[in-house]
């Protein structure tokens, strides 16, 4: 069955310190793949999207994401957070030529001053 | 940059009353999508659309009524509230294989 899984609910680290959220997907297509990010009170904002082709893609504010067919993952990194990146993030899967979306649980992260 | 209005921001509601949430989009996407927002559970597809007169079910459609009246304008209705369906809703708009574009949520309370 298609899904997307988060494994981490939590994620604390310290101001400049680097981050990898995890994010697994399974899907036998091919994978449209997204990450946004969900400020207090706020809608969902697109950080950045995969399609095809660079398995590297880069984002805003300098968060990037690696694609990787072999182990269906497509982990979030940044070099050094700050403390305004503390929010929501979630992985998103979009079935190609298709309605369906389907979003993982989330990763709430918290970062230290 | 695209636009998802929600309409309300907040709402309190009666135990078996009538709820209407409203979205407007000025995206002229075709496809429009309600979710709701639970801790533990991320975003649950409620009902979704691809283009004016129509609706689909998605993951967690009982309970809940969906209505596309124009290409704009998707509305997600509650026929009798109930405290289970207290939560944040989503709407959001976009094109086949896209990003999706979400409105700010609103917040339901149903007491």
């Known amino acids: 069955a298609q899904s997307v899984t988060q494994p981490d609910a939590r994620v604390t680290v310290s101001e400049g310190a680097s981050l990898q959220l995890r994010c697994k997907y399974s899907y036998s297509g091919t994978p449209y793949l997204f990450w946004y990010v969900q400020y207090p009170r706020q809608g969902l904002q697109l950080l950045l999207k995969?399609?095809?082709?660079?398995?590297v893609v880069q984002g805003v504010n300098g968060f990037e994401a690696e694609f990787s067919k072999s182990n269906s993952s497509f982990h979030l990194r940044k070099a050094s957070v700050h403390w305004s990146d503390s929010a929501v993030y979630f992985c998103?899967?979009?079935?190609?030529?298709?309605?369906?979306?389907?979003f993982g649980k989330g990763t709430h992260l918290h970062v230290l001053p | 940059e695209a636009a998802v209005t929600q309409s309300p921001r907040n709402k309190v509601a009666v135990t078996g009353g009538k709820v209407t949430l409203s979205c407007n989009q000025t995206n002229n996407h075709n496809n429009m999508y309600w979710y709701r927002q639970d801790t533990g559970h991320g975003l649950r597809l409620i009902h979704y659309s691809y283009g004016a007169g129509s609706t689909e079910k998605g993951d967690i459609p009982d309970g809940y009524k969906a209505s596309r009246p124009s290409q704009e304008n998707f509305s997600l209705i509650l026929e009798l509230a109930t405290p289970s369906q207290t939560s944040v809703y989503f709407c959001a708009s976009g094109e086949r294989n896209e990003r999706l574009f979400f409105g700010h949520g609103t917040k339901l309370s149903v007491l």
């Open positions: 998103v899967l979009r079935f190609t030529n298709a309605y369906k979306v389907i």
């Open positions: 995969y399609y095809s082709g660079d398995p």
